[in-house]
């Protein structure tokens, strides 16, 4: 069973730094594009980066470039997202997905349960 | 950037009929497309890709049509837990993007 489980959310303040965690199992982790995508309290969906299989590209959505960093280890079969300068139109609830397998622009076909992040002083 | 843009925000419904939901695209995404479910509290799950496409374990009475820049989603004939919010979203291999639309609400009439 694929099983995907985030972690490192909570709160922070405005111009802070915090690491979100996204621990995989179930498939080979090596083996698929993963991404994040973030939902803001009572708001839609939005991409925020992804991965390529073994870490040599990444995208970002312009709103958190220079800001976020997307990476993985998957020798620990494990994704990151270093999120720094954080502002609280941030705040959202952050889900790891993994990509459904065609490539940077995909499809999401399995989620985490989301870790939520508030930024507030 | 592609906008995509959902119809209605919201539809009420009774259970047993039809339900259409409707994404169109700012531009031709081809059959890029995909559809989400999405229950309070939880993750989206992925019900259609490419148009058309149902995912792994999605009940046969979910569909999915179109190409260019208008796509409809269908619940033939609506259960009780089909009464949440639904996404619909494009892919792009490049530049790479991921565009998801507003959202629409399906409540019980």
């Known amino acids: 069973e694929v099983q995907l489980v985030e972690s490192g959310g909570g709160l922070v303040q405005p111009g802070g730094s915090v690491r979100l965690s996204c621990a995989a199992s179930?498939?080979?982790?090596?083996?698929?594009?993963m991404g994040w995508v973030r939902q803001a309290p009572g708001k839609g969906l939005e991409w925020v980066a992804n991965i390529k299989q073994d870490g040599s590209e990444k995208y970002d959505v312009d709103s958190v470039k220079g800001r976020f960093t997307i990476s993985r280890d998957n020798a620990k079969n494990s994704l990151y997202l270093q999120m720094n300068s954080l502002r609280a139109e941030d705040t959202a609830v952050y889900y790891c997905a993994r990509s459904l397998g065609y490539g940077p622009g995909d499809y999401f076909d399995y989620w985490g349960q989301g870790t939520l992040v508030t930024v507030s002083s | 950037e592609i906008v995509l843009t959902q119809s209605p925000a919201t539809l009420s419904l009774s259970p047993g009929e039809r339900a259409t939901l409707s994404c169109r695209a700012s531009q031709s995404i081809s059959r890029y497309l995909a559809w989400y479910q999405q229950k309070p509290g939880q993750a989206p799950r992925l019900l259609i890709y490419d148009a058309s496409n149902r995912a792994t374990g999605i009940p046969a009475r979910f569909s999915g049509s179109g190409s260019g820049t208008d796509f409809t989603l269908t619940i033939s004939s609506l259960e009780p837990e089909d009464f949440t919010v639904y996404y619909c979203?494009?892919?792009?291999?490049?530049?790479?993007?991921?565009?998801f639309g507003q959202g629409t609400k399906l409540e019980i009439k």
């Open positions: 179930g498939f080979t982790f090596s083996g698929y594009w």
């Open positions: 979203q494009q892919r792009s291999n490049w530049p790479p993007e991921y565009t």
